[in-house]
T-cell receptor, first 114, second 112 residues
């Protein structure tokens, strides 16, 4: 069965420091991968997606992610975080016929230290 | 282009009642999906509609149902509410198959 693992429940980084959020997936075929961000009480905003092609994908707000098939990983990175990046981040894989369903990780809460 | 709109944003209902949530997708999007988000279970897929047909359904009891109208707007209904149905219900729309999903702000349902 498909699954997504985000091993870090919380991550604390200082403002201006670099960030890497980990995501591992289990999926038989070539996955469609996504990162979403959620601020408290809000919906989910798409940061970036990987469907095929270049394994390093750029997203909004200065985020990027790298798809590594050999490691079944799709880690999210940002070179320098801002206080406004504090939120919860979800990794997801598209599953099923035409990827109708998103299988979600448990999320990683990002805390920014001033 | 307007985003996905969900109404209402907040609801408080009593156990045993029923509730209907509404979702208007992005203009031109024909696929609408619903997800339930709770602290304990995380994000879980409820169902997906495409061109007024339910194509896929998650592992939820029959009390959870939905429909999609000809203008792609979708409604989700939960009957005989239980305390455990308290959650953030998120709607997402997609332009077509194998494309990314865009989410609304969600409806926060509290069952008391």
């Amino acid at each position: 069965a498909q699954s997504v693992t985000q091993p870090d429940i919380h991550i604390t980084v200082s403002e201006g420091a670099s960030l890497e959020l980990r995501c591992n997936y289990s999926y038989g075929a070539t996955p469609y991968l996504f990162w979403y961000v959620q601020s408290p009480g809000q919906g989910l905003q798409l940061l970036l997606k990987y469907f095929s092609g270049d394994t390093l994908v750029q997203g909004i707000k200065g985020f990027e992610a790298e798809f590594k098939r050999s490691q079944s990983s799709f880690n999210l990175r940002k070179p320098s975080v801002h206080w406004s990046d504090a939120a919860e981040y979800f990794c997801a894989v598209g599953a099923g016929d035409s990827n109708y369903q998103l299988i979600w990780g448990a999320g990683t809460k990002l805390i920014i230290k001033p | 282009k307007a985003g996905v709109t969900q109404t209402p944003r907040y609801l408080i209902k009593t156990r045993g009642q029923q509730v209907t949530l509404s979702c208007s997708p992005i203009s031109g999007h024909r696929s609408v999906s619903w997800y339930q988000q709770t602290p304990g279970q995380g994000l879980q897929f409820l169902f997906e509609y495409f061109s007024e047909t339910q194509r896929n359904k998650g592992n939820f009891p029959g009390r959870f149902s939905g429909r999609q109208f000809s203008n792609s707007r979708s409604e989700m209904n939960v009957s005989t509410l239980e305390l455990g149905d308290s959650a953030l219900y998120l709607c997402a729309s997609r332009a077509s198959v194998n494309t990314e999903a865009f989410f609304g702000q969600g409806t926060r349902l509290t069952v008391v």
